[in-house]
């Protein structure tokens, strides 16, 4: 049989590209990856041919495609069902701050795009942008203080919702956000995760420059 194929985008850039990547390869999938280089002469009929929504990550097992990161993420979990929490209440949480990721803190993604390979960058401050800096902060100092017993994760073990704020945590390295505690504890759980840093690895080796990404003096 054939493996399952994970479409990406840039390694560098593609923050919903890491993430299903990382469900992938913590519940121990064994797939092939085809990169889509983002921006580049005819990458949009590329992602066409790839993706109905025409957008990475995609999908394919077998005959099944599946678009969208957090639908990847729930097609796992019905033979990997570790990539939620087990106990029923942390699921919904889970779940609940999955979903707000995937759908929200615009201000976030748009002041803040992820761009692993910058350090030092800095962005201009707006009360939007603040609020969703503190969000995601009550967030992973709630999880964190509540389960640090399990283990290092938001919920102790390793779930999906990691793999939702991992790029999160690369924008704060980005752009110079912290705060001493779990927070920052938790950023360097992310930064020194093995499978993190070969999708860092391969970032640092791409070449591809993309301008919009390319933000803050």
Known sequence: MNKPVLVIGNNNYSSWSLRAWL?????????DEQR????????KKKLSASSPAGRVPVYRDGDVLVWDTLAIGEYLYESYPSLWPAQ??????????????????????SAMPMNIRARGRKVAMSAELEADIARIKTIWRELR????????????TYT?????YTPVAFRFLTYGVSEPGVVDEYIQTVARDPLVQDWV????????VIATYETGA
Do not use: C, N
């Not at 999906?160 to 939702?164: E, F, G, L, P």
């Not at 690895?201 to 591809?208: D, F, K, L, V």
């Open 160 to 164: 999906i919702a990691d793999a939702m």
């Open 36 to 43: 889509i280089v983002l921006f580049s002469a005819g990458y």
């Open 201 to 208: 690895r391969a970032g640092e080796s791409e070449q591809e």
């Open 145 to 156: 203080t509540q389960h640090a017993a399990a283990g290092p994760w938001l919920f102790g």
């Open 23 to 31: 469900m992938l390869k913590h519940a121990g999938v064994d797939f």
């Open 88 to 109: 029923r209440e942390a699921r919904t949480r889970a779940r609940a701050i999955s979903a707000e990721m995937h759908s929200g803190f615009v201000p976030l993604r």
